[in-house]
């Protein structure tokens, strides 16, 4: 029978044959195949003295718990001890990106040949602005994805009908791009300091060209339309106005060019009243 004080996945691990464990992307996670030692966790109570013992290494933990290293054929006996309380074997990490586009059921969505890649659409965000010069953000000749660049914080072009900031051009960012970084910011000189925009954009439609199409975004063939809101002055944080500026314009430049468009908001606040409702 089982023993109870370790988790169902390390007794399966101990009970598969080396075969089985090999195949299986978990069973292994925590085992030393040459070494035959299991990294495990362990929940305890007492003192660290109950841990020990010959061939065991133990890291203590706060709250009862400790990472042990120790043989397979000693983990039933040491499950006996009294103190312990419960075993169970480490389990593999993975990016959340993935994990998460998963969950999406995004995978499913631009699986296949039917799949959805985003094209024809336009993606617009309102944000801290893009990193222009990521290679998501490009085609395969290396043009730009991006349409249209406001950053409200850069005085001098506005776009028509709006008071602030400069429009850039894809023909513009195109150009910024052949001429390298360091050029090509004086001539394009938005910039997404935080990064915030550019992560957002990423998830939204990047191309998965840096991670060979592992870590694409949603729609990773549309076209890219990017606002970047304007300086707040007090907090460094910009204000509605702003915001609802930049979703005007994005319609608008959907609407002028007759495609469908998803905006992206990542920015909010806490405002507004908090009760709940009957």
Request: aromatic content about 8%.
């Amino acid at each position: 029978m089982p023993d109870q004080k370790i988790d169902n996945l390390l007794n399966l691990a101990m009970d598969a044959t080396p075969e089985e464990r090999t195949k299986s992307e978990n069973l292994n996670v925590g085992f030393d195949l040459e070494e035959k030692m299991w990294d495990v966790i362990v929940k305890y109570s007492g003192s660290e003295s109950v841990l020990t013992g010959e061939d065991i290494q133990v890291v203590p933990l706060l709250g009862g718990y400790a990472v042990v290293t120790l043989p397979e054929s000693e983990i039933e006996a040491y499950s006996d001890r009294e103190r312990i309380e419960f075993i169970e074997k480490p389990k593999r990490l993975y990016f959340e990106t993935f994990q998460a586009r998963e969950a999406s059921c995004i995978l499913s969505v631009q699986a296949g040949s039917n799949g959805l890649t985003g094209k024809g659409i336009l993606v617009g965000v309102v944000d801290s602005g893009v990193n222009f010069f990521h290679p998501d953000f490009r085609n395969e000749d290396g043009s730009s994805r991006i349409l249209y660049l406001w950053d409200q914080s850069i005085p001098g072009n506005p776009p028509e009908g709006y008071t602030k900031g400069t429009e850039y051009t894809k023909e513009e960012i195109d150009e910024a791009l052949v001429l390298g970084e360091t050029e090509g910011r004086r001539l394009v000189p938005s910039r997404d300091v935080s990064g915030h925009g550019t992560a957002v954009l990423g998830i939204a439609a990047g191309n998965g060209t840096v991670s060979e199409g592992v870590n694409r975004g949603v729609a990773y063939e549309s076209d890219l339309l990017v606002v970047k809101m304007g300086n707040a002055g007090e907090n460094s944080f910009p204000r509605t106005t702003e915001l609802m500026e930049g979703i005007d314009y994005l319609i608008r430049q959907a609407v002028r060019m007759g495609r469908p468009i998803a905006i992206n908001i990542s920015f909010g606040n806490n405002y507004g009243s908090h009760e709940p409702y009957n």
